[in-house]
């Protein structure tokens, strides 16, 4: 399945391969963009978990565009994807450190 997500200054796409089912789709989840273009999202869990991280690099996209229709104005806009992020599931560094004691 895949969702795109609208905002005045971007566009996004994203394929669900796997959702963890204790993600809490009632809360806004975090992205954030580290200076060596390394993405993290974070989204929270119905258990009051640290949430689900996912990470992967920030890559320029190459000639590739996105078509968005308007239902309420009937008009169509095709926007240019300027990069490409690919993340993986990922586990809380801290889980794994205690883990290895």
Do not use: W
């Amino acid at each position: 399945m895949s969702r795109f997500s609208v905002n005045q200054s971007f566009a996004t796409r994203s394929a669900d391969d796997f959702k963890p089912a204790s993600v809490d789709r009632s809360q806004e989840g975090h992205v954030e963009v580290a200076d060596n273009n390394e993405v993290t999202i974070t989204l929270p869990q119905q258990q009051g978990s640290k949430g689900v991280v996912y990470k992967g690099p920030k890559k320029p996209a190459v000639k590739e565009c996105v078509l968005i229709y308007d239902p309420q104005t009937r008009s169509l806009v095709l926007e240019r994807i300027t990069s490409q992020i690919q993340v993986k599931q990922t586990r809380y560094k801290q889980l794994l450190s205690k883990q290895c004691i």
